[in-house]
């Protein structure tokens, strides 16, 4: 690597030398035709190239981010002027005050803008079966490195391009290793029978607010801490049938916090794009279509809320990196913007069918990565003074006073300390008051942002014609951190003298023989997992008094050699309580062996399951298809969870083809097709009656109830009235249950689906218990998001526990695991493990 702290009059030294050694093009450094039919690179060529590029170039600097999930170098290459790669330390200071103005006054900050440069993010194939702009990526910074023409020689003295050619190292690795293998087959091209993130999959665009993921909290940490960008774009390829690319404006609704200068920009540089690509004869080009902005769990989405540009574009796919024939009759509309396949003011010139190619895409793709270059350039004074107007207008949306208080005596302290840790992760300034109260100031230039996270959501109600149907949301539609977590926060004013924050370090077990866990946080599982692999855990089943107390139903009891081992997994704010020894009365525990499982139609959710379960100390094992049909399951498992996966795909291995839809599902190798068929079903069943217990998730209820004929039914099945969309409901909790142990009376759930249980009488061999019900006024029932037809899901049951055989079922009409995002209804998740193992 070449070292940051070069003068500036060296290294235009340097620029006008003759370079040691060539600058390769992509092509003849890797050996292939990038871009050529059924060639892609992988990541680890593309980082190789962009090592050797950093080696040969003075414009291009490489920085490692840090490591992904499986181990790969995430990497950013500063692309720009040499004169600029040499001062980026100056130049990131510039973009630092620029983006915290506080105590600037208009001449320095006037100051900063005429010596500053725009610092332009673009990331590529956070979607790892979107492949062409990582390799465009290759092509794009050759030509910036070795151009040595005028126009681009300006483009970079104004601009610093910060290029990301993969959000996604490990899925492009998977991705191009499956399309290798298949080359030359009837599967060439298509679909892996896994996620393409070892976790989350296509999901790694719905953790920008979370930050759950290694890749996302390095990305994160660059963009809000080190570069601070004033203009982002993010390139993602979509459907093959459609359009050829979206670019902004975009769709309909807009959230009204967002600083209006944000669109502008936006807009701007998406007229740009569209000129562009039509001066170069690319048809199909649309805008305001199907995305819209106001959702913040995405890359460039999130930006918004902290006074960044945020772009998007989406380009239409091959299969991978092999060619398509598109039939003119084949292409389609269907969403907001273009219900029709035709010509419309915002899609003027509809590409009119053929075949669509991997350089079709890479094309597209470099025009617009080139027309957002140009108009950064063009308007980096403008781009720069819109960035501080921005981060100045935040600041002043609230009063100095005004602030939101995470108080220190909560139900759940562990769940509060993580709140707070995760907004400093974001770049939010916190205080903290002598009493552990943290406070968060309004009025700082992501006070928006925090704001936005930490109150209740309310969709807008948008209309495009008169009418009363509204533009449906386009993802989820709540975010409400506190909510989500189990914990409080609440709007307050700010004290004066407050120390600035600091993270507090975990608390530790200390001298006692046997130490009390009380119930209710997710964190208590973390440290009661890590201590069974050390000592001995108990649980009260009644409440037990012991150390001059009452414990509630729940505890867990560690002895001391179990505490030591739980110490390592210690976090800020947990209660460790030390007491003389193991409280009699109480039930030995025993770690849960969890299978978990995982079809082949690959499942985000069972990724975003498993995640959840490994980072608490779960160790889940994959069941897949032929493992359950083999049966035998209680030798190996206490617990089976289904993930949020719908029974037509459980039992068949292919979702539900809807009547008159013209959908083809691809086959996958033989080695991967089908599902768990009736041999399945008939091992599950047997698997509970034997004494296992059997957890399902949202949509894999509906299976259960099905296979097993459970007294439950899905009471909104039937319902064309009820629609909800991502959102945050109240749910009052039924206590004296293993499963609903240390949980309040009330929780806050996340719910995407139509989805809610009728219960009706059982026959004497079985019982079943109603864990969670939603209330019996509608207007009770929505927190945050958006919900039609309240009506409709009053009364009914959230979840619901049966005894069945000698064996257990837990129906989780909800997805308690959601995303890793809601930490206030894990634990029963949590709880219905450890239940598995009661005598």
Not at 15 to 36: D, I, R
Not at 661 to 690: H, I, N, T, W
């Amino acid at each position: 690597m070449k070292t940051r702290a070069l003068a500036a009059a060296a290294a235009l030294l340097i620029a006008g030398l003759v370079q040691a050694s060539p600058v390769p093009t992509p092509s003849a450094f890797l050996g292939m035709t990038v871009g050529a039919d059924r060639t892609v690179a992988d990541y680890r060529q593309i980082l190789a190239y962009f090592r050797a590029l950093d080696a040969a170039s003075p414009r291009v600097e490489v920085e490692i981010l840090g490591k992904t999930t499986l181990g790969e170098d995430l990497f950013l290459a500063a692309i720009s002027s040499e004169a600029n790669i040499a001062s980026s330390k100056r130049l990131q200071e510039i973009a630092r005050k620029i983006a915290d103005p506080r105590g600037l006054s208009e001449a320095e900050g006037d100051a900063l803008v005429r010596e500053g440069k725009v610092f332009l993010l673009v990331t590529c194939n956070i979607h790892s079966t979107e492949v062409g702009a990582s390799q465009m990526a290759m092509e794009w910074a050759h030509a910036l490195a070795t151009a040595e023409d005028a126009e681009t020689r300006r483009r970079l003295d104004e601009v610093v391009l910060l290029l990301v050619p993969s959000l996604n190292p490990d899925g492009l690795m998977m991705e191009t290793e499956w399309y290798r293998k298949n080359l030359g087959t009837k599967h060439e091209g298509g679909r892996m029978p896994w996620l393409y993130h070892h976790y989350v999959g296509h999901d790694d665009n719905r953790d920008w607010f979370m930050l759950t993921q290694k890749e996302t909290q390095a990305v994160s940490r660059a963009v809000y801490h080190e570069w601070l960008p004033q203009v982002w774009l993010d390139e993602h390829q979509m459907g093959a049938t459609g359009p050829r690319i979206f670019v902004p404006p975009y769709a309909e609704p807009v959230d009204p916090d967002i600083h209006p200068l944000v669109w502008r920009d936006v807009n701007l540089i998406g007229a740009n794009m569209a000129f562009r690509l039509e001066q170069a004869g690319k048809s199909g080009v649309i805008y305001g279509y199907v995305f819209d902005a106001y959702w913040p769990g995405g890359t460039k989405n999130t930006a918004w809320w902290k006074n960044v540009s945020g772009l998007l574009t989406e380009v239409a796919s091959a299969r991978y990196a092999t060619p398509v024939r598109i039939e003119r009759n084949e292409l389609s509309g269907g969403g907001k913007g273009l219900v029709e396949y035709g010509t419309q003011t915002n899609f003027p010139n509809p590409w009119p069918g053929g075949t669509w190619r991997l350089r079709d895409i890479m094309d597209y793709e470099r025009i617009v990565s080139d027309a957002i270059l140009e108009t950064c350039a063009e308007r980096r004074a403008d781009f720069l003074r819109n960035a501080l107007a921005r981060a100045r207008a935040a600041i002043a949306t609230f009063s100095p006073t005004d602030a939101f208080r995470i108080p220190a005596a909560q139900r759940d302290p562990a769940g509060s300390a993580r709140l707070a840790s995760l907004l400093a992760e974001h770049g939010v300034e916190l205080k903290a008051a002598p009493n552990g109260d943290v406070y968060v100031p309004l009025a700082q230039p992501y006070g928006r942002f925090a704001n936005e996270l930490l109150t209740p959501q309310r969709y807008p109600e948008t209309k495009l014609v008169p009418g009363k149907d509204i533009v449906r949301p386009y993802d989820v539609s709540a975010w409400t951190l506190p909510l989500m977590m189990g914990v409080t926060a609440e709007r307050a004013t700010l004290p004066a003298a407050l120390a600035p924050w600091k993270a507090s370090a975990p608390a530790l077990p200390l001298y006692g023989a046997a130490f009390a866990l009380t119930p209710g946080s997710p964190e208590t599982a973390r440290l009661v997992n890590a201590g069974l692999r050390g000592g001995q855990a108990r649980i009260a089943r009644a409440p037990v008094s012991a150390g001059g107390r009452e414990w509630p139903v729940g505890t867990v009891f560690l002895d001391g050699a179990a505490a030591k081992a739980a110490a390592a997994k210690a976090v800020a704010g947990q209660a460790w309580t030390a007491l003389g020894a193991l409280p009699q009365g109480t039930a030995l525990l025993r770690a849960p062996r969890v299978g978990l499982y995982k079809p082949w139609a690959a499942s985000m959710d069972e990724g975003w399951t498993r995640f959840v379960l490994e980072q608490y100390g779960f160790e889940p094992k994959a069941l897949d298809n032929k493992a359950v049909r083999a049966g035998g399951l209680n030798a190996a498992f206490d617990a089976i969870v289904l993930p949020d996966v719908t029974r037509e795909v459980i039992a068949t291995g292919k979702p539900k083809r809807d009547e008159g839809a013209m959908r083809y599902f691809p086959e996958l190798p033989p080695e991967y097709q089908g599902g768990l068929d009736k041999e399945g079903a008939s091992a599950l069943k047997d698997f509970v009656e034997k004494g296992g217990t059997l957890v399902a998730l949202s949509s894999s209820t509906e299976y259960v109830i099905d296979k097993l004929t459970l007294p439950v039914r899905n009471g909104l099945a039937r319902s064309s009235d009820f629609a909800i969309a991502g959102s945050i409901l109240r749910a009052e909790v039924s206590p004296g249950h293993p499963v609903t142990d240390g949980l309040p009376a009330e929780v806050a759930v996340f719910q995407d689906e139509a989805l809610a249980f009728d219960t009706v009488l059982p026959g004497p061999e079985m019982e079943r218990r109603v864990l969670a019900s939603y209330p019996a006024a509608s207007q009770d029932v929505l927190l945050s998001g958006w919900m039609r037809g309240e009506e409709a899901i009053t009364r009914k049951a959230a979840a619901v526990a049966l005894t069945y055989g000698k064996g257990k079922v837990v129906l989780l009409g909800f997805r308690a695991q959601h995303r890793a995002q809601t930490p206030g209804t894990f634990p029963f998740l949590f709880n219905a493990l450890y239940w598995s193992t009661a005598e």
